[in-house]
């Protein structure tokens, strides 16, 4: 066996247990049953979840898909090609259009502009019609939503770089690469694009902030730094959607912290805390809501990262990012279960099966109620009473 194989050979073990930690499963399969999921119990109900709506957008989901909520419409893409724009209030779709080929990653949207990544990193932008305005390649694969807004289309692409394509005509109008570590996770992170910034994770557990009309770098903040001696102990990038509160900026890493930057005050770092998450954390006006690589639950106070409680229900059940309601915190899980917990004291008070396999897509908080997007390519409305 030559010396060449051998490095393969370890690099395809490392990919192997890379993959297991994030989905939560161990290498090693015994009987000891740590790495179950956990079976659903029976608890006194808090509240009453039902389902809103259905609307099929087409044939499959993962994390790349995120519904996008624009005022009172909703744009969806799954990953046959197919790309929908919905009335929020009822699920009844305005249009329907087909991309020919499949998707990686969508939707982006400003209700102007709604693009969507197809799997060899093609970005193509849609109107408001359901029509093709533009295609154009970027740098590599692409499994982040795009966002979209201020003129331009932003992907984060999997060489490391962030690209910002004109939005009427897909030419590109900047780009922002960074060094990237031996390997990166393909977790669901997601960009931010507020006040005129686009924020996005880089690997190597950093946060970025780059003015969307110029390319700009306006800051760099760091997340988590790597540890340990292998590329696999040194994994720690940002994963989900950066949470920003005020002038708190959010963020959580694989296999490093939980964090909240003062961006008021050039970034300063207010608090961190020693945490591990593969999907990313919700919040509202008081707390982070954060599931850990193996699904326990922790609220965090968003002023100074005190440990509020912590649910172990749903453990090792695959669970999604959590999306926030007044008086609910919602997450999927492996089974098309959503669940809804107090974010007072994490009880369990309510959950409802949407079905079509297990969620992968965040779920998306919106004014009607919360949104999923099933592993099946259906979007789903749920409501709490």
């Given amino acids: 066996m030559s010396l060449l194989f051998n490095a393969k050979w370890v690099r395809l073990v490392l990919l192997s247990a890379l993959l297991s930690a994030v989905t ?3 290498l090693w399969t015994g009987d000891d049953g740590r790495y179950n999921p956990t079976p659903l119990t029976e608890y006194k109900p808090g509240l009453s979840a039902s389902i809103g709506w259905k609307a099929q957008i087409g044939k499959g989901s993962g994390i790349g898909f995120v519904p996008e909520v624009v005022g009172s419409i909703v744009y969806a893409a799954a990953a046959d090609g197919s790309v929908g724009k ?4 009822s699920g009844a779709p305005v249009w329907l259009a087909k991309v020919d080929k499949k998707l990686l990653a969508g939707v982006g949207s400003d209700g102007k502009t709604t693009a969507v990544v197809t799997s060899d990193g093609t ?37 490391y770089r962030v690209q910002a394509f004109n939005a009427e005509t897909g030419e590109r109008i900047w780009s922002v690469q960074r060094p990237g570590p031996a390997l990166a996770l393909r977790a669901p992170a997601r960009m931010l694009l507020l006040e005129g910034l686009v924020i996005s994770a880089i690997p190597g557990g950093k ?5 969307a009309v110029s390319g700009d770098v306006q800051w760099e903040g760091t997340v988590a730094l790597p540890k340990g001696s292998t590329d696999l102990e040194r994994v720690n990038d940002v994963v989900g959607l950066p949470a920003l509160s005020g002038t708190l900026l959010c963020a959580v890493a694989f296999q490093g912290r939980v964090v909240c930057f003062d961006i008021a005050a050039g970034g300063r770092t207010v608090w961190s805390k020693d945490f591990s998450s593969s999907v990313g954390l919700g919040f509202d006006a008081t707390q982070l809501y954060v599931p850990n690589e193996h ?15 912590r649910q172990d229900a749903l453990r090792n059940r695959k669970l999604t990012s959590p999306a ?33 396999g297990a969620i992968q897509a965040p779920l998306v908080s919106t004014p009607q109620g919360i949104l ?4 099946d390519g259906l979007l789903v409305l749920l409501r709490l009473n």
């Fill in 24 to 26: 939560g499963c161990a």
């Fill in 295 to 309: 699904d326990a639950i922790s609220a965090f106070g968003l002023k100074n990262g005190g440990l509020a409680w």
């Fill in 86 to 89: 919905f009335d929020l209030a």
């Fill in 123 to 159: 970005v193509v932008a849609l109107d408001d019609n359901g029509q093709i305005k533009w295609r154009t390649k970027a740098s590599s694969e692409v499994t982040v939503p795009p966002v979209v807004g201020l003129g331009v289309v932003v992907v984060r692409s999997g060489d």
């Fill in 372 to 375: 999923v997007q099933s592993g």
């Fill in 207 to 211: 946060l970025i902030a780059i003015n």
């Fill in 324 to 356: 926030v309601l007044p008086g609910a915190v919602a997450v999927g899980d492996l089974a098309g279960f959503v669940h809804f917990l107090s974010p007072t004291d994490g009880q369990l008070l309510a959950r409802i099966l949407v079905g079509g």
